[in-house]
């Protein structure tokens, strides 16, 4: 594994700023998330606050991808394309978004129910958020890449669902991914050994059914293979020496008051 960034004061600095612009962007594009709005509205909504906020869309053009966000609509598990397609009653909406602030990068997800679903649907994206905040708390000093996984395998599939194997978290910070890559399974204790001042962006993405995934024609959205929902949630993360900094705070409901409860 190559050497994982550390981060001084001043890049700290600038990832903060980046991630309160991603959570302004997160809170202007919420109240679009629903019947009736496509897609590429969602796109065009988040790519003006990022701009006008001093910032741009970390994706856009990343390895070739053609939008600013990621918009993934139920089996779709990540990285769907924005276009025409309408967000209908019963749609769970994952939204993927990426900063771009001064050369300092910030990350995060977070999947939406439109009206009434299904329970067991309700249940994944709860285990799924749940996942991702017991992988944060494994963010400090002393411990190991590994023991952030296990955590969040252990809460996922403790609840009946999966985790999607062959997409993992990263590093973050002056590039969109840096080392380490984090899988969501795995034995603990294994890995490189954490340190303050590494950053990470935290995410999990959990199937109702098989973990098992196929990529669209498109090159891009990647769905289940059985067409049963997805759930996508992330934050970007400091590890510092008393306790995990989630820098994308903001973007919780509640202002993330549980995550490290």
Known sequence: MNRIPIKSDEELGGLRKSAVLLARTFRAV???????????????????????????????????????????????????????RQIRE?????????????????????????????RETADLMEATREAVHRGIRQCRPGGHVSDISHAIQVCVESRGFSVVRCLVGHGIGKALHEEPQIPNYGAPHRGAVLKAGMVFAIEAMVNRGSYHVKTREDGWTVETEDGLPSAHFEHTIAVTESRPEVLTVEIEDNGGTDILG
């Open 30 to 84: 919420e109240p679009h998330i629903k019947k009736g709005t496509s897609t590429r509205e969602l796109n065009d909504v988040a790519r003006e606050v990022m701009i006008r906020g001093g910032g741009k869309p970390a994706f856009k053009g990343y390895q070739g991808y053609p939008a600013d966000i990621c918009v993934s609509i139920n089996e779709q598990v990540v990285h769907g394309i924005p276009d025409s």
């Open 90 to 118: 019963g749609d769970i909406v994952s939204l993927d978004m990426g900063v771009n602030m001064d050369g300092y990068f910030s990350d995060a997800a977070k999947t939406y129910a439109v009206g009434i679903i299904p």
